[in-house]
Every structure is written in structure tokens, then in C-alpha cells.
């Protein structure tokens, strides 16, 4: 009989890249058919054009470069998708496409892929369509309508909580209902996607936070993207820390980097900025935070000895 071994890890499990993909969009699509409801044709066009595009990107960087073809992973589509989410209904589509451009070519693709890459790729591409055209990125419209908001929940208009909660209110496609994204955020907790712990430690700093600074706190978990970036960009598996303590600090980081941005900088918000920040430490946060290889002390004290 022969013993057959291999390099760790020992571990055999049934999920994939494509079915981990599958389920982050089944649990987008609340969220997502939310915002096609309350802000109409322009926003499904919009979520079209953006996953239309990171595929297509994906597909001409695998054809050109005659590399195995990886869009039939979803990962591609997951990252369309995502950005569409952070977009306002009513956005030029040439921006929404090279937004979705930047994110595969730029965020990825240009780091080695699926796995490789230092940041969110969506979260990426939002920063820099932010930088690049802020006057449309930051034009919302209101609910049921194509009139120009004159407020959003951020900036010059206190809400009503329920407004925020249920998602009547202008915003990007996928950020203003809190109730549709913790159906998903749920859902992926429950096919163990993901764990509680980056959406938990990221949601409380926040909510502690704004209560310590005279805040209403449940406005500020709720008002803009603090819960669609903690559950779908946060716990993104590449760019957030592998051990426990490591991902309790990482929310912690985003929380707290979302609320200095909100309280102090010129911007109303902070969710994208903070993640991007937090995802650039995720290699310092694991090598400090590492666990150490069995056998380890262990030895450490027989060359001590020997020594």
C-alpha cells in the first residue's frame, strides 16, 4: 500500500471560484433589482454596460495575450456588476464602460489576475472614475423619477431612518436599500462565503463611532455605502487578511477610516477611499498577524539546547 502525499493545504472542499462567484451574485441581485425598480431603464442599462464591459475586457486581455480563458469564472462579471452598484442611474455609459475597463485591465489583469491583485478591483475603478469625472459620479436622481436630487442622505438632507432603510432616497444603484443588502449579506453568511467578521467590525466602528461624535448612529450605518461596502467589497477574499484577528482589524480600519473621512476631510463620503486604504495593509496586517508553522518553538528550544 502507498502512502500519497502532497504540499498543504490537506483540505478538500467543493467550492470553486465560479460557485463562490455564483453565490456573490445571487446575493447581489435584491440589491441589484431594487435599484433597476426605483431608478428605472437608465439603471438596468447601466448595470448591462458595466458587466458587458469587465467581460468583454477580460475576454480581449485572454485573446490577445493567448492566455486560458478565465471569464467563464464569473469573476469578471461579479466585478461589473459590483461597479455598477457604486454608480449613479443616469451615469454616461462610456464612463460606466471605461470604469469597468479600469477595473479588469488596470486593477487586475495588469497585477496577474484573479488572486494576485492588491486592490478591489471595483472599488478601484470607482476611485479613479471619482477622480476623473466627479461632476457625473456625483449626480444622483431621485427615486421613481428623472429629476435631478437636489440632496442625497449624505449631503444637505437629513432622511428619514425608515427613507434610508427601505431605500427611498437618492443614491447609487445599489447602496440605498439597507434591508436588500443584509437579505444578501445573510445569504452568503449562511453558504459560508463569508464571515461576520470584516461586515461586523466594519458596521460597529462606524456606529460607535458616529455615536461618540454626536451622530445618529443608525443614520450612519445606514446612509450611504457603509453596508454595501461592508458586506461586498470589504470580505473580497484577495484583498482582505487571512486570519481572524486580521480581518476584525481590518473592518476596524475601514470603519475608522470611512468615519475620519465623513467627520473631518471635504468629502461626504469615505466607504471606497477607506477600503482601498485598508487593502494596501493587508500585507503588513498578515505578516504580523501570521500563525506560527507547528513544530516551531518546538525547535527553536532544542537548537537552544544543543546550542
Known amino acids: 500500500m502507498k502512502l500519497l502525499t502532497n504540499i498543504s493545504p490537506h483540505i478538500l472542499s467543493e467550492n470553486d471560484t465560479r460557485g463562490i462567484m455564483l453565490d456573490v451574485l445571487i446575493a447581489?441581485?435584491?440589491a441589484t433589482l431594487f435599484g433597476i425598480v426605483i431608478f428605472g431603464f437608465s439603471a438596468l442599462v447601466t448595470v448591462a454596460v458595466t458587466v458587458a464591459a469587465a467581460v468583454i475586457s477580460e475576454w480581449l486581455y485572454?485573446?490577445?495575450?493567448?492566455?486560458?480563458?478565465?471569464?467563464g469564472?464569473?469573476?469578471?462579471?461579479?466585478?461589473?456588476?459590483?461597479?455598477?452598484?457604486?454608480?449613479?442611474?443616469?451615469?454616461?455609459?462610456?464612463?460606466?464602460?471605461?470604469?469597468?475597463?479600469?477595473?479588469?485591465?488596470?486593477?487586475?489583469?495588469?497585477?496577474?489576475?484573479l488572486g494576485k491583485n492588491l486592490v478591489n478591483p471595483a472599488i478601484a475603478a470607482r476611485v479613479f472614475l471619482l477622480a476623473a469625472f466627479p461632476s457625473a459620479m456625483t449626480t444622483f436622481f431621485e427615486p421613481f423619477s428623472d429629476t435631478v436630487a437636489s440632496a442625497t442622505p449624505l449631503v444637505g438632507k437629513n432622511f428619514l431612518f425608515n427613507e434610508v432603510f427601505f431605500g427611498a432616497c437618492p443614491g447609487t444603484i445599489g447602496e440605498t436599500s439597507v434591508i436588500m443588502l443584509v437579505f444578501g449579506g445573510a445569504y452568503l453568511v449562511a453558504r459560508?462565503?463569508?464571515?461576520?467578521?470584516?461586515?461586523?467590525?466594519?458596521?460597529?466602528?462606524?456606529?460607535?463611532?458616529?455615536?461618540?461624535?454626536?451622530?445618529?448612529?443608525?443614520?450612519?450605518?445606514?446612509?450611504g455605502g457603509v453596508m454595501l461596502g461592508a458586506i461586498f467589497m470589504a470580505t473580497d477574499y484577495v484583498t482582505s487578511p487571512m486570519t481572524r484577528p486580521g480581518k476584525i482589524i481590518f473592518g476596524f480600519g475601514c470603519g475608522l477610516f470611512t468615519l475620519i473621512i465623513r467627520l473631518f476631510a471635504s468629502l461626504p463620503?469615505?466607504?471606497?477611499?477607506?477600503?482601498?486604504?485598508?487593502?494596501?495593509?493587508?500585507?503588513?496586517?498578515d505578516?504580523?498577524?501570521?500563525?506560527?508553522?507547528?513544530?516551531?518553538?518546538?525547535q527553536k528550544k532544542e537548537a537552544e539546547v544543543n546550542a
Not at 471606497?272 to 494596501?280: A, C, E, P, T
Open 73 to 113: 469564472d464569473f469573476s469578471a462579471v461579479v466585478t461589473g456588476l459590483i461597479l455598477a452598484l457604486n454608480l449613479p442611474s443616469g451615469i454616461p455609459l462610456y464612463i460606466a464602460a471605461l470604469g469597468s475597463a479600469f477595473a479588469i485591465f488596470v486593477a487586475k489583469l495588469a497585477f496577474g489576475g
Open 192 to 223: 459560508r462565503v463569508i464571515t461576520v467578521d470584516i461586515p461586523l467590525s466594519f458596521i460597529l466602528t462606524v456606529f460607535f463611532g458616529s455615536l461618540i461624535f454626536g451622530q445618529n448612529p443608525f443614520y450612519a450605518v445606514s446612509a
Open 269 to 285: 463620503e469615505g466607504v471606497s477611499y477607506s477600503i482601498l486604504i485598508m487593502n494596501l495593509l493587508v500585507p503588513v496586517i
Open 62 to 71: 485572454c485573446t490577445i495575450l493567448k492566455k486560458p480563458q478565465t471569464v
Open 287 to 298: 505578516r504580523l498577524l501570521a500563525t506560527r508553522p507547528f513544530g516551531v518553538k518546538k
Open 28 to 30: 447581489l441581485a435584491p
